[in-house]
Every structure is written in C-alpha cells, then in structure tokens.
C-alpha cells in the first residue's frame, strides 16, 4: 500500500465480516459511545487553521470531516429506525462530497457539529442497548449498493468509520506535530 493509500485508509479499506457475534456488537456499542469525547478531545480545542488543513491530498479539511461525520451518522440513525419500524425499507443516498462542499461543511466552526455527533450517539446508543438479536438482524435496502443490509452489518461499519475519521485526523495531528 503506497502512503497515499494509507493516508485514506489508515486502518484499511472496510471489510464485511463473515460473522458478527454478541461480544463484536458490545466493542461497536462502545466504540459509538466514546466517539464524540474522544474526538472532542482530539481536535476541541484546535484553532481555524488546523481545522482547515487537508488531512490528506485531496482530501477534506478536517472542518469537512467533522461535518462529514455529523451528516453521516445522522442518516445511519434514521436508516437504522427505518429498518426497525419497516420491513427492509428502501433508503435514501446522498453524495457525501457535495454535501461536504455546502457552507455549513465548509465554513461553519465545528461545535455544532460536535454538539450534534454527542446527542445523536447517546440516542443510538441507548437505542442499541436495547436491542435483541433478532431485532440486529433487521435490515434496509441500500440502491447504490443494490443490496440489503443488517443492522449487525451496519453497526460494524459505523463502528468501523469513527475509528476510521478519526485516525485520518490523529495521523494528520502527528505528521504536522500538533
């Protein structure tokens, strides 16, 4: 893997794993729970100029990434209740690099978007604490993907994008020795 390769996969690409069992779903659990603390206290306190810097070439600024987050996730949580309140809905894309483009990705502080990623988690965690196997095996109908897929499976992958986003910024704060 060359460095620009690393660079946007830090931790790899993501894999679908073949089983997902009940201690996999609690470290997910967690990993959502501690995300907005552990990011807040990643880049909290870093000034515009940090935050405007690319965490990569061609990437996002960091602003970007922290919004990135906030819009996505968001749309995780309504698909994840969505499938649990529906028989295998169909859900709604977007383009996450358009939407990345928008003032309030681009320009806006990223408080807002903190303040959202630590209500929303604490919402969805409660919301996963709560469920039974069966209810994990839920799943939506994603178009661009052309498939179906489980609250399991999704859970695995957002688990898998926070600990993703954040080491694109935690191996940008190294590299420039913040």
Not at 33 to 57: C, S, V
Not at 66 to 94: C, G
């Amino acid at each position: 893997m060359d460095n620009l390769e690393l660079k946007k996969y830090p931790l790899g690409e993501f894999q679908i794993p073949e089983e997902i069992s009940d201690p996999d779903i609690d470290e997910c659990i967690k990993t959502l729970q501690n995300f907005p603390a552990k990011l807040e206290n990643l880049i909290g306190n870093w000034t515009d100029e940090q935050l405007d810097t690319q965490y990569r070439e061609g990437g996002w600024k960091v602003r970007q990434l922290v919004n990135h987050l906030s819009d996505s996730h968001m749309m995780s949580y309504i698909r994840f209740k969505l499938a649990l309140t529906e028989n295998n809905p169909a859900v709604k894309t977007y383009d996450e690099a358009h939407w990345a483009e928008l003032q309030d990705s681009f320009s806006i502080g990223i408080d807002p978007a903190l303040t959202i990623l630590k209500g929303l988690h604490e919402r969805w965690v409660y919301e996963l604490k709560a469920l039974t196997n069966r209810e994990f095996d839920s799943t939506f109908y994603h178009p661009e993907q052309n498939r179906n897929i489980s609250l399991r499976e999704s859970l695995v992958f957002y688990a898998w994008h926070c600990d993703h986003h954040f080491a694109h910024i935690e191996n940008l704060k190294k590299e420039k020795g913040w």
